[in-house]
């Protein structure tokens, strides 16, 4: 039987039937197995050696990590906690890439020790780096997060021009800072952004990446035996939707460099790691019918822009292909009119999902969202405070809740600690 890659609506019936009534509502469904798939996906469409850091800001939960790393991926770091996440998990230094806009000078040397590879976004860095170096640190190398300045500049669109996630390829302190540092950097790394609409941004990227290694290597430095692509793989529906091996097509054609002898790739996969294998399932509070003829019914569901927020911050464009369920568990009959979904934050961004087509809703019906492993419970606003759902996940053929639902008085707790009026430090 070929590895699954997706979380199916069979599967999330069977998953909902085995988490029962009381698993609580929304419900974050996972199916463990199908990340493995994926990870052995990409394992076998790139070339050998490569290393795959699962991108832990996609999906920070502890038993789908575990479930990639064991099926030969390390993990990429962004922040303090994530960090502390993968020292529970038991992930070794060496698996580990730590960058983000807040890496400072203590997360450099932590990560320098546990012999992890560290991507710089900034120059100002180069010195602490080197410092640390000196000291005789052990590290797992240094690399550069080069600026692609390629995209459009949405929300999610770390590389476009103006956005300020590493060093501009062109930037004219670059070389002297390289110079000044000899041997210290030894990888050059970007990050395209995420969900695009094709994989011309990653690949656009990518050859920017190519282009400044090439330039730098001309002027005598390197050689950044390293080159790290980062994530941005989109997540696109339908049969021509890219996989594994059209991601690698389109870095070998933007980069030769990914077929140089000796070259070491890196690649971040989040969104289309973690979001197919997952799904989110609510239920429907109340239904508005459509105003006017040519209006559409509006329909409230417990999910919200807290557990959706992409889907929120484009206005309910979603693309998360929502489903209808009986509260049997059926599908729900019926023809499909557009529908809009929205969730029950005080805040009118609260849109779920514009204009999709689904059966006539009825309230205790359920609303299945596909696609929501990534950027969902990892990303959520945090505005009215609702608890975090329970996540069931599927390994093997069986289900078992991984992460039971926060609770509501230990949120209130956490807000409150002292339970009285005391202003002492
Ligand atoms: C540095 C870096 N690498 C990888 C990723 C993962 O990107 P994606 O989820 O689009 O694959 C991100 C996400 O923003 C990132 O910032």
Redesign the pocket.
Known sequence: MPPRLHLDLPGVQAGLRAAGPGAGDPLLLLDLDAIAGRVAALRAAFPPGTAIAA?V??LPVGAALRAAHAAGAGL?L?TATEWALAERLGVPGPARVV?GADLGPDALERALAAGARVTLDRLDLLPAAAARRAAGLRTGGISLRLHPGTGQGGALD?GAPGAWFGVAADDPALGAALRRFPGLVDGLAV?AG??PASLAPVAAAAAALHAAREGLRAAGLGPFPVVDF????PLLAGAAAPGPADWVGALRTAAPCVDEPGVQIIV?????LFGPVGALVATVVAVRAAAAAGARPTVRTTAGADLLPAAAMTGGRSAHRPALLRPDLGAAPGPAAPTDLVGALCWAGDRLARAVPLPAAAPGDRVVFFDAG?YTVGMGLRLGQRPRPAIWARRGGAWACVLPAESAADLAAAWDPRGAWEMTD
């Open positions: 991108a800001k996609a990429e962004g960058d770390t990050h995420s969900n980062g994530g941005g793989m971040e996969p989040g969104r289309w990534a």
